[in-house]
């Protein structure tokens, strides 16, 4: 497997897919959206139900693999979530009961054994956002699945990404190569020297790209 050049965390709702498409018009990447094969509407199923979390982590766990090797493949790549996300996941699922002990040890199985063909990525954009901004963006984009998961699940979720960037770095590397960006200004998009600083610095890994 070779190297993926960016990957961008964040939690739904944080900017991440905005970013990621900053970066890919302004430096030239192609981008690997975050998307998943779900025939039998598992995301669905288990916003109704969470004892549809076991078969759902398990699809995008493995879908999450597949996009992380043909991404590598190239040197042009930049991934919308990543593998390693999906643990932080699994782990809160665990923790509030939707998997059994026996399902946590199967997930936990499966994904060290895919992170032995993982290498770290040359760079990784963490997004993080204010709580209640994440909250009023669910909010303002109106997908009804998530305004139903509600505002505990979401608090959850974000108070477990919290820590990734520690997590990432003791799962692959601790000399992996990290920005943190703040997305807690909304007029970070719409000012452009914010936005020419933060591609100034994603471009300091990427020498050789230009800007467009």
Not at 29 to 36: A, L, N, R, Y
């Amino acid at each position: 497997m070779g190297q993926i050049q960016i990957i961008v965390e964040g939690m739904t709702a944080s900017g991440k897919s905005t970013i990621v498409n900053l970066i890919s018009e302004r430096l030239g990447f192609k981008i690997m959206p975050e998307e998943f094969r779900d025939p039998l509407d598992l995301l669905s199923r288990f916003h109704h139900d969470n004892r549809w979390a076991f078969p759902m982590q398990l699809n995008f766990l493995v879908t999450r693999f597949a996009q992380y090797l043909c991404a590598s493949e190239e040197t042009d790549y930049i991934l919308d979530r990543s593998i390693f996300g999906d643990k932080v996941y699994a782990k809160l699922y665990y923790r509030d009961g939707y998997f059994t002990d026996s399902q946590l040890g199967c997930y936990l199985t499966l994904y060290d054994s895919l992170l032995r063909y993982v290498k770290k990525p040359k760079l990784l954009v963490l997004v993080r956002c204010p709580f209640e901004e994440i909250m009023r963006r669910i909010h303002a984009r109106g997908r009804q699945d998530e305004i139903d998961a509600g505002e505990d699940y979401w608090r959850s979720l974000y108070d477990a990404y919290m820590p990734f960037l520690d997590f990432v770095r003791s799962e692959i590397a601790e000399d992996l190569n990290c920005i943190e960006l703040d997305l807690s200004n909304p007029e970070f998009i719409h000012t452009p020297s914010m936005i020419d600083d933060f591609l100034g610095r994603v471009k300091s890994f990427f020498p050789e790209r230009r800007f467009s």
